[in-house]
């Protein structure tokens, strides 16, 4: 059972490492902006709605890495490592995703946690099963217990238990576990095409 102290505690943590790395990462943020102005035309920021804890929808905020109205050149739910409306420095940023640094702000409004099921498409959790709506039960994460067990290379029912089993042993020594070993594998770039090379996404990867 998760305690609402436990809860409160873990609300802390993400407010505070996420304040502070918008901070520091301001002028990360600002080089990453300039380098997608100058690649292609568009928005620096990608946005699409996505379901929260207890269904609540939001904006997640990612940086652009695809041409400006990439869902209307191709398949909105899937994507691979050689896809034509990925731009350059897009393919930079997803190889060592930076583009998902903006989700800090929605950890720090407390629509996301650092720690939690990756979220999803409204449409996707629309259809879920009583077994996956589990994975709303919580806010969803920056990381994961199933980012750290192969992130895109697992398929969606291996995920989703590993989402579960998250939420069933849940604790704040296990949220500090997981970010730590969430480091080497965003430094192997482990992941971030599944088989194939492709990204069917259920979760807004």
Same mark, same amino acid.
């Given at each position: 059972?998760?305690?609402?102290?436990?809860?409160?505690?873990?609300?802390?943590?993400?407010?505070?490492?996420?304040?502070s790395c918008l901070i520091l990462l301001l002028p990360?943020?600002?080089?990453?902006?300039? =380098?997608? $102005? /100058?690649?292609?035309?568009?928005?620096?920021?990608?946005?699409?709605?996505?379901? %929260? #804890?207890?269904?609540? +929808?939001?904006?997640?905020?990612?940086?652009?890495?695809?041409?400006?109205?990439?869902n209307e050149k191709g398949h909105r739910f899937e994507?691979?490592?050689?896809?034509?409306?990925?731009?350059?420095?897009?393919?930079?940023?997803?190889?060592?995703?930076?583009?998902?640094?903006?989700?800090?702000?929605?950890?720090?409004?407390?629509?996301?946690?650092?720690?939690?099921?990756?979220?999803?498409?409204?449409?996707?959790?629309?259809?879920?099963?009583?077994?996956? =709506?589990? $994975? /709303?039960?919580?806010?969803?994460?920056?990381?994961?217990?199933?980012?750290?067990? %192969? #992130?895109?290379?697992? +398929?969606?029912?291996?995920?989703?238990?590993?989402?579960?089993?998250?939420l069933e042993q849940f604790s704040l020594l296990l949220?500090?576990?997981?970010?730590?070993?969430?480091?080497?594998?965003?430094?192997?770039?482990?992941?971030?095409?599944?088989?194939?090379?492709?990204?069917?996404?259920?979760?807004?990867?």
């Open positions: 059972m998760i305690l609402a102290f436990q809860l409160a505690i873990k609300r802390l943590f993400d407010l505070a490492i996420s304040f990360l943020f600002a080089l990453i902006a300039l =380098a997608i $102005r /100058l690649d292609s035309p568009g928005p620096v920021f990608f946005r699409v709605r996505a379901t %929260g #804890r207890e269904k609540k +929808a939001f904006w997640e905020r990612k940086f652009r890495t695809m041409i400006d109205h990439a994507t691979s490592a050689d896809d034509p409306r990925i731009t350059r420095v897009g393919r930079i940023l997803r190889r060592w995703s930076l583009d998902e640094l903006p989700q800090l702000w929605n950890v720090f409004v407390g629509e996301m946690s650092l720690v939690g099921p990756r979220p999803t498409f409204t449409e996707v959790t629309e259809r879920y099963t009583p077994q996956e =709506a589990r $994975r /709303l039960e919580m806010r969803p994460g920056l990381t994961g217990w199933a980012q750290i067990h %192969g #992130r895109n290379i697992l +398929a969606w029912p291996e995920r989703v238990k590993l989402d579960i089993e998250y949220d500090l576990k997981i970010i730590l070993r969430t480091i080497p594998v965003l430094l192997r770039k482990e992941g971030v095409y599944g088989e194939g090379r492709k990204v069917r996404m259920h979760h807004t990867v």
